[in-house]
T-cell receptor, first 117, second 111 residues
Framework: NAGVMQNPRHLVRRRGQEARLRCSPMKGHSHVYWYRQLPEEGLKFMVYLQKENIIDESGMPKERFSAEFPKEGPSILRIQQVVRGDSAAYFC???????????????FGEGSRLTVL | GENVEQHPSTLSVQEGDSAVIKCTYSDSASNYFPWYKQELGKRPQLIIDIRSNVGEKKDQRIAVTLNKTAKHFSLHITETQPEDSAVYFCAAMGGGFKTIFGAGTRLFVKA
C-alpha cells in the first residue's frame, strides 16, 4: 500500500506565477488535509477536504489560495500570483473515515517545497 | 479559534536523561491528542497518541499523560538516545476532525 504521494517535491516559481501542488492519499483514505510549514516553524492547518467537498477551509488565506479534491484524481492546492512569503513546505496528509471508528491518525506525504524567487 | 500551545521550543538533554514536552489546548471538544516526530527534511510521523477517555499511555520509552480538566497533556521520553533528536509536535483534534498542531519542540540529545 503506497503512502501519501505528493508532487512535485520541489517547485520554484517567480513572483506572480501560479503554483499547483498535488496530493494522492493512501488507498482507502477519503479525507485529505493540507498544512503549511514555514522554515523552523510548526504545521499550520490550511484546509480539510473529502471527495468533491471542502469540509473546513478556515486556515486558507482569503485570496490567491484554493484547494480541490475531485471525484477522480489527486487533491490539488493552487496558489495564484505567488509572492515570496508563500515560500514554504506544503504537507498533505490523509486519513481514513469509518462510520464505526475514526482513528484520527494523519498519514503525511513527504511534502512539496515551494520556493518563490 | 482552536489553539495548541507547546513548551519548550528547544530542549537539550544528555543521553540517558529524560525529556518532557508540555502542551495545552483551548477547544474543550478536543478528544484525540497525537504526538508526531519530524526529522530534518522529513515528513511528520505519529509516535504515540492518547484519547480523552484515558489519562496515561505508555509505549516502551515514550509515555503521554492527559489532564482534561486542565486541558493539558505531556510527552515523556526516558533514557533518551541521540536518534531521539528531532522536532516533536503535539496536536489536538476536535469534533470537526480538524487537527491543530503546536509550534514544535526541537529536541537535542547530546552523546
Amino acid at each position: 500500500n503506497a503512502g501519501v504521494m505528493q508532487n512535485p517535491r520541489h517547485l520554484v516559481r517567480r513572483r506572480g506565477q501560479e503554483a499547483r501542488l498535488r496530493c494522492s492519499p493512501m488507498k482507502g483514505h477519503s479525507h485529505v488535509y493540507w498544512y503549511r510549514q514555514l522554515p523552523e516553524e510548526g504545521l499550520k492547518f490550511m484546509v480539510y477536504l473529502q471527495k468533491e467537498n471542502i469540509i473546513d477551509e478556515s486556515g486558507m488565506p482569503k485570496e490567491r489560495f484554493s484547494a480541490e479534491f475531485p471525484k477522480e484524481g489527486p487533491s490539488i492546492l493552487r496558489i495564484q500570483q505567488v509572492v515570496r512569503g508563500d515560500s514554504a513546505a506544503y504537507f498533505c496528509a490523509s486519513s481514513p473515515l469509518s462510520q464505526d471508528f475514526y482513528t484520527g491518525e494523519l498519514f503525511f506525504g513527504e511534502g512539496s517545497r515551494l520556493t518563490v524567487l | 479559534g482552536e489553539n495548541v500551545e507547546q513548551h519548550p521550543s528547544t530542549l537539550s538533554v544528555q543521553e540517558g536523561d529524560s525529556a518532557v514536552i508540555k502542551c495545552t489546548y483551548s477547544d474543550s471538544a478536543s478528544n484525540y491528542f497525537p504526538w508526531y516526530k519530524q526529522e530534518l527534511g522529513k515528513r511528520p510521523q505519529l509516535i504515540i497518541d492518547i484519547r480523552s477517555n484515558v489519562g496515561e499511555k505508555k509505549d516502551q520509552r515514550i509515555a503521554v499523560t492527559l489532564n482534561k480538566t486542565a486541558k493539558h497533556f505531556s510527552l515523556h521520553i526516558t533514557e533518551t538516545q541521540p536518534e531521539d533528536s528531532a522536532v516533536y509536535f503535539c496536536a489536538a483534534m476536535g469534533g470537526g476532525f480538524k487537527t491543530i498542531f503546536g509550534a514544535g519542540t526541537r529536541l537535542f540529545v547530546k552523546a
